[in-house]
């Protein structure tokens, strides 16, 4: 049986590590080798890697850095943050990234969408959503939250499996940081109308929340940065009391 | 050990490079017939679509080749499919190396699959300290019927086969160089054939 997937999230700066990762004795907690590595001995079932850096180094360094992973890290990990054309896709994937994610450059030009997956194959392209919940409805926004767009995450969700997204990575700005669950309501919606794999982030605080996402949320996988980092649910204690629930997972 | 993975422009082979190397192994990777027959071992890897795969094998002439080779060959998710007789992805011929046809998951479970399943009824030395019911990680919308060369399989939808071998040919649907130790092992064990 498919089983669902534990991902953490990993913010890179500059090629090290933004939030503060404190989960085990690390030497270097900075560097993102060292936690793929640790991570993915952990049990974790897949990475994210997402590039905040602003700068054009910053984008070279973050290339070394996948080159180091892929080098070192024997799971399957995605890459995401600044992607706009089919070049930058291009020279991540050949450093080894399995998956790449684009978001606002989708919105910008969904027609990269179509070129991404007819290149490279849909299994390689994530299709990261933000959006926020405003009067009953869900609208798609860009910029970390901050900007608006005028789509409907449910339209714009179907529209990029159309165009051959292969995975979508939804995150309900209404409950990232909040640690008070995902936004299962939406995450079931999604799941029951598109036919690929959903990832739900944003909300993670318990492992009750883990549960119900898996579970009313029918999502395919859920993505976390912080109660990893912090040590605060442990990946090992997190996934026997998924199985103990009879939510298939790989232990 | 001479290690070539065969280099004809389909997907990401970076990270099957990098789990060799792990293993202290530096494969090289080339598209030349006479690199490819003097090799030890060959790794037949793939992503993407199968007609196009399929295609850039018929231009560089390694669809008449690879079938011929004498020496163990592991053909790693669409390259495994590609060893098969036909595709329905994209209508193609294979390399008709396993008599099996590969056929599409309906839409009645997602599609891909994508993530981590298990492989059961092991039938190889490939699977040598392999126990039943490991995890592998898998992304695929196509998959092989159950046939005679089966030597793995796998339930998504229906259980269908998740490696396949004749001869020196082995196949497997899975990413050994992405499924963490256990698939590290298939890769040395595959390397020990």
Redesign the interface.
């Known amino acids: 049986?498919?089983?669902?997937?534990i991902i953490p999230c990993l913010d890179i700066k500059n090629g090290r590590t933004v939030k503060g990762v404190n989960f085990v004795n690390l030497i270097d907690a900075g560097d993102p080798v060292v936690l793929a590595k640790q991570y993915?001995e952990l049990g974790a079932?897949?990475l994210v890697f997402l590039d905040i850096s602003a700068t054009l180094e910053g984008r070279k360094t973050m290339l070394e850095m996948v080159l180091k992973v892929?080098?070192?890290v024997?799971?399957?990990f995605t890459v995401g943050g600044g992607i706009s054309s089919v070049e930058d896709v291009d020279a991540l994937?050949?450093?080894?990234?399995?998956k790449i994610s684009i978001n606002s450059s989708a919105v910008k030009r969904p027609d990269l969408v179509n070129e991404l997956s007819n290149k490279?194959?849909?299994?390689?392209v994530v299709v990261a959503i933000d959006a926020k919940q405003i009067n009953g409805e869900w609208i798609v926004h860009l910029a970390g939250g901050t900007i608006a767009t005028e789509l409907n995450l449910f339209d714009w969700a179907s529209e990029v499996e159309k165009r051959g997204a292969?995975?979508i990575l939804f995150t309900s700005m209404n409950n990232d940081g909040t640690k008070a669950g995902f936004a299962n309501e939406a995450l079931a919606k999604l799941s029951t109308e598109l036919?690929?794999?959903i990832i739900a982030s944003g909300g993670a605080g318990s492992i009750q929340h883990f549960t119900d996402t898996f579970t009313l949320g029918k999502a395919?996988?859920a993505l976390a940065a912080s109660v990893f980092h912090f040590g605060e649910i442990p990946i090992s204690t997190l996934k026997e009391a998924l199985k103990e629930q009879n939510i298939p997972v790989?232990i | 050990m001479k290690l070539v993975i065969i280099d004809y422009g389909a997907?990401?082979i970076?990270?099957i490079q990098?789990?060799f190397?792990?293993l202290g192994i530096d494969a090289v990777l080339s598209n030349k017939v006479d690199e490819i027959k003097a090799a030890d071992k060959v790794i037949f890897p793939g992503?993407?679509?199968a007609s196009s795969a399929m295609k850039m094998l018929q231009e560089s002439g390694l669809d008449k080749v690879i079938p011929t080779l004498k020496q163990p060959v592991l053909g790693i998710c669409l390259g495994m499919q590609l060893m098969c007789n036909s595709s329905e992805e994209g209508n193609t011929k294979g390399l008709g190396i396993f008599d099996v046809a590969i056929k599409k998951f309906s839409?009645s479970v997602?599609?891909?699959?994508?993530?981590?399943?298990?492989i059961s009824d092991l039938k190889s030395d490939l699977f040598s300290g392999i126990k039943d019911k490991e995890?592998m990680?898998l992304?695929?919308?196509f998959y092989a019927e159950k046939c005679d060369e089966t030597i793995a399989t796998t339930?998504?939808e229906i259980e269908y086969a998740s490696a396949l071998q004749k001869d020196n040919f082995y196949g497997v649907q899975f990413?050994p160089?992405?499924?963490?130790?256990e698939?590290?092992k298939i890769l040395e064990n595959f390397l020990n054939l």
Request: charged content about 25%.
């Open positions: 049986m498919l089983t669902k997937r993915a079932d897949e892929a080098e070192q024997n799971i399957p994937l050949k450093c080894g990234a399995d490279f194959g849909s299994q390689c292969g995975e036919n690929i794999p395919d996988a790989r | 997907g990401n970076k990270s990098f789990a190397k792990r992503v993407g679509e839409n997602k599609v891909p699959q994508m993530g981590w399943n298990v995890f990680y992304v695929h919308s339930d998504y990413h160089e992405k499924s963490g130790i698939g590290q």
